[in-house]
């Protein structure tokens, strides 16, 4: 039912809360109240070049998050019974302030550590990374992103001398005759990207590599493109076998080579080995099709007169314990035909969180400092120590890995305290079974939420904060562009900014300055500290980005216009060149045998969220996708003797789950899909590998070997619950 206008409806421009497209949205107050007595926002789509007004289904229900029956909306403290029961902002963040001391007292300064999330502003995560370097004097925070982006970035940073994401533009897209999309499904992920491939679709173009027909490949169908469905994990070797096709047949672009690159020999050393006929045995693709397609991709680039092409990756390819090597041989191939900073072609990773991009570049990452410099390199510690008035000997030194970080919880050596701030880590990790056992070991959790997730749900005191349309800041989205989050709607009851709450912590701990509470204060700091940094936003201010609109950073001074394209002059490594890296397959750390015959595949829903912590609190998404499920192929169904609806129960190194079977022609008989996004006993990461990237410190989300059974086959064996 509309719901009638206020006669003066207060409409604010900002965009969707969730993935790294960040489109455009107005949310305008409504004359009606909501549950919380505040007024309901109506959302609409707003022009913007990601999405050109468009929103998917989370975008438009996104204001239905902010009244949750159970929102949280006073801090809670765990009593003596073992409830969470609702206190004042003194006594938690006393007893959150206590806490930590006491947690430094006996384990040193490590003593307490610190999880972000890639949803948090700009601002938020800048300020993280400092109380935690500052305040806490810990090494010890990463963040989610070490989930989602943390190979592509090793690679990026190793190969080119920076990370920022996509280096272009979404709309050049639209210019190209081939795009090669690597493990992703953004017709699902990110729906209004679909716009962007319309051109290349319409010249036949489009090359989508998944082990299942999803939404994306379907793009494909009719001519727009080919859809290739290797065996699960094996696209390392498809790449090197391209990269061996572009080399053998002499389809690379010389000039840019010689003049852009290093590294020729060696690479065509480590691909020799990986002439198609062999990789074809391995992934499953034939020789043919893989010389095609290096072809394709050859003919589209402008050194064979081609209008240009684009290498893109997503979590398929990334999410693996060689996930840096894939996108390094990703690049590889795009650097030898030319495409990595120059106009109208390109090379980058699909980012996933709304601020996955800024919360690598501000310091939510052990290894990192605000603007992307380097905890590790003294240059950069002094200009950081120097913003934050420090000595840099104070800084402390690297942290470890967001999974490794997990590990040491509640350990005799490990931190007694965590404070988690945008991240469900009983759903999202991998090996959660684990993950519950070291927060169940923690003296103090201390969760920030605007829900009570899983996470929330064990920890000793929750914050309730504010969220999106109710906050202002800044994010960064998946092309490197800055655009300003504004607030639409006051607070719900006690909830709070996180600027606020760390602010009054930083005091508790001895620190009364240096946290300002207001955004674009926290910004101007933020433009300070990674001024002359590899993410330079010295340029930018909350006043300039509302004046002038969006801009992609760099951005080093207040009259720059910003970078929509970077690379175009050379790469920031020290010759200026671009490194041409070989690696080495091999093949996922849990593969396939006798007891765990078939893939694990996990992924994402069009309809649900991450851990699910706000998309299952959103009724008509809830209703769109219930439950976990496991895809099945129908032969596979025939093996097993099941239809459609049974109820399974699969079982891996780490753990068992169970969850009914969506039996469907669209994935490879080999292979089961699950998608992650539920907590229960259909949880797929109770499932996944715990076994990390050696580079990047990335799991192997995507491949487990797993074995699947019909449930009444168990019956009365050691059939249990699994959570
Ligand atoms: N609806 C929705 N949208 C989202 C999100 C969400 O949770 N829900 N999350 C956001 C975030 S944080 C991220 S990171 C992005 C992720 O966006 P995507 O990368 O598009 O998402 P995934 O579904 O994780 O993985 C993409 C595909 O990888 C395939 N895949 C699995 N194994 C392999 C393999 O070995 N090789 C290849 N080539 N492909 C493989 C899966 O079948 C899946 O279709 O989405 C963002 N957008
Ligand atoms: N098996 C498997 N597991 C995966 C993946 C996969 O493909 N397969 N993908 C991985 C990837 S790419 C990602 S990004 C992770 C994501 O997984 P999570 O890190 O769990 O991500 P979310 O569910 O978005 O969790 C965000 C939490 O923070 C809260 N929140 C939202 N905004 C804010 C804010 O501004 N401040 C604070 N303090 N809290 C906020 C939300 O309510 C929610 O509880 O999952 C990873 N896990
Ligand atoms: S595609 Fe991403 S940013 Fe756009 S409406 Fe959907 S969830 Fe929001
Ligand atoms: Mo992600």
């Given at each position: 039912?509309?719901?009638?206008?206020?006669?003066?409806?207060?409409?604010?421009?900002?965009?969707?809360?969730?993935?790294?497209?960040?489109?455009?949205?107005?949310?305008?107050?409504?004359?009606?109240?909501?549950?919380?007595?505040?007024?309901?926002?109506?959302?609409?789509?707003?022009?913007?070049?990601?999405?050109?007004?468009?929103?998917?289904?989370?975008?438009?229900?996104?204001?239905?998050?902010?009244?949750?029956?159970?929102?949280?909306?006073?801090?809670?403290?765990?009593?003596?019974?073992?409830?969470?029961?609702?206190?004042?902002?003194?006594?938690?963040?006393?007893?959150?302030?206590?806490?930590?001391?006491?947690?430094?007292?006996?384990?040193?300064?490590?003593?307490?550590?610190?999880?972000?999330?890639?949803?948090?502003?700009?601002?938020?995560?800048?300020?993280?990374?400092?109380?935690?370097?500052?305040?806490?004097?810990?090494?010890?925070?990463?963040?989610?992103?070490?989930?989602?982006?943390?190979?592509?970035?090793?690679?990026?940073?190793?190969?080119?001398?920076?990370?920022?994401?996509?280096?272009?533009?979404?709309?050049?897209?639209?210019?190209?005759?081939?795009?090669?999309?690597?493990?992703?499904?953004?017709?699902?992920?990110?729906?209004?990207?679909?716009?962007?491939?319309?051109?290349?679709?319409?010249?036949?173009?489009?090359?989508?590599?998944?082990?299942?027909?999803?939404?994306?490949?379907?793009?494909?169908?009719?001519?727009?493109?080919?859809?290739?469905?290797?065996?699960?994990?094996?696209?390392?070797?498809?790449?090197?076998?391209?990269?061996?096709?572009v080399l053998a047949e002499d389809l690379l672009d010389h000039a840019y080579v010689a003049e852009r690159t290093t590294g020729l020999e060696d690479l065509r050393a480590g691909v020799a080995a990986w002439w198609p006929e062999r990789a074809e045995g391995v992934c499953g693709i034939s020789a043919q099709r893989i010389r095609e397609i290096a072809r394709l991709l050859a003919d589209a680039s402008p050194s064979r007169g081609g209008r240009g092409a684009y290498v893109l990756t997503g979590r398929g390819v990334e999410q693996s314990s060689q996930g840096t090597a894939t996108v390094t041989a990703a690049i590889d191939l795009a650097l030898l035909l030319g495409l990595v900073g120059t106009h109208g072609s390109g090379c980058g990773p699909l980012t996933g969180q709304g601020n996955g991009q800024g919360g690598r570049e501000h310091g939510l990452k052990a290894d990192q400092l605000p603007g992307y410099r380097r905890i590790s390199d003294p240059a950069d510690r002094a200009h950081v120590a120097a913003v934050w008035g420090i000595d840099p000997a104070a800084l402390p030194g690297p942290g470890v890995p967001a999974l490794e970080l997990l590990g040491m919880l509640g350990t005799p050596d490990g931190p007694a305290a965590l404070l988690v701030a945008g991240s469900n880590v009983v759903v999202s990790a991998p090996h959660v079974t684990a993950v519950r056992e070291r927060l169940a070991a923690l003296d103090l959790l201390v969760v920030l939420d605007t829900v009570p997730s899983g996470t929330a749900q064990l920890a000793d005191v929750v914050l309730p904060i504010l969220q999106w349309a109710e906050e202002e800041g800044t994010m960064t989205n998946l092309e490197g562009r800055v655009i300003r989050r504004r607030r639409a709607r006051e607070a719900p009851g006690e909830a709070r900014d996180e600027l606020w709450i760390l602010?009054?912590?930083?005091?508790?701990?001895?620190?009364?300055?240096?946290?300002?509470?207001?955004?674009?204060?926290?910004?101007?700091?933020?433009?300070?500290?990674?001024?002359?940094?590899?993410?330079?936003?010295?340029?930018?201010?909350?006043?300039?980005?509302?004046?002038?609109?969006?801009?992609?950073?760099?951005?080093?001074?207040?009259?720059?216009?910003?970078?929509?394209?970077?690379?175009?002059?050379?790469?920031?490594?020290?010759?200026?060149?671009?490194?041409?890296?070989?690696?080495?397959?091999?093949?996922?750390?849990d593969d396939l045998r006798p007891d765990a015959p078939l893939y694990l595949v996990t992924g994402r829903l069009l309809e649900q969220y991450q851990s699910g912590a706000q998309t299952r609190r959103v009724p008509s998404l809830l209703a769109a996708r219930p439950t976990s499920f496991v895809e099945v192929h129908p032969l596979l169904a025939d093996r097993l003797g099941i239809e459609d609806g049974d109820e399974l129960q699969l079982r891996t190194l780490r753990g068992e789950a169970r969850a009914p079977a969506h039996v469907t022609g669209t994935i490879r008989p080999d292979t089961v899909f699950m998608p992650f996004h539920y907590s229960g006993s259909g949880s797929a990461n109770l499932l996944t590998s715990d076994a990390t990237d050696p580079l990047s410190g990335m799991p192997d989300f995507k491949v487990t070997a797993v074995d699947v059974i019909a449930v009444d086959a168990t019956a009365g064996s050691d059939a249990r619950d699994a959570v």
């Open positions: 039912m509309a719901l009638p206008l206020h006669v003066d409806p207060v409409a604010v421009e900002t965009h969707c809360p969730y993935c790294a497209l960040q489109c455009a949205q107005t949310l305008t107050s409504l004359d009606a109240p909501g549950p919380d007595g505040l007024p309901l926002l109506s959302v609409e789509g707003r022009e913007f070049p990601t999405n050109r007004g468009g929103l998917c289904r989370k975008g438009w229900t996104s204001a239905e998050v902010l009244t949750a029956p159970d929102r949280i909306t006073a801090p809670l403290l765990r009593d003596p019974a073992g409830e969470l029961v609702p206190t004042t902002w003194d006594t938690a963040l006393d007893r959150v302030a206590a806490g930590f001391r006491r947690a430094q007292e006996r384990r040193g300064r490590d003593g307490v550590a610190v999880f972000g999330g890639g949803g948090l502003t700009n601002e938020k995560a800048y300020a993280l990374g400092k109380f935690t370097r500052v305040v806490l004097g810990s090494r010890l925070i990463d963040y989610n992103g070490r989930f989602c982006m943390s190979a592509a970035a090793t690679a990026l940073n190793r190969s080119l001398g920076l990370d920022r994401g996509l280096p272009f533009p979404l709309q050049d897209l639209a210019g190209a005759d081939c795009v090669l999309l690597l493990g992703s499904n953004l017709a699902a992920t990110m729906p209004p990207f679909v716009q962007h491939l319309e051109q290349v679709r319409s010249r036949g173009g489009l090359v989508v590599m998944d082990p299942r027909e999803t939404a994306t490949a379907a793009l494909t169908a009719e001519g727009a493109g080919v859809h290739l469905a290797p065996v699960p994990g094996t696209d390392l070797v498809v790449l090197l076998a391209l990269v061996h096709v602010q009054q912590l930083a005091a508790r701990l001895g620190h009364p300055d240096g946290f300002p509470a207001e955004a674009s204060a926290m910004f101007d700091e933020l433009a300070r500290a990674s001024a002359g940094g590899r993410a330079d936003y010295a340029g930018l201010s909350h006043e300039r980005l509302d004046r002038e609109g969006p801009m992609h950073w760099p951005c080093p001074d207040a009259d720059h216009p910003g970078t929509p394209r970077v690379m175009l002059d050379g790469f920031p490594t020290p010759d200026g060149r671009a490194r041409l890296i070989p690696v080495v397959p091999h093949g996922p750390a």
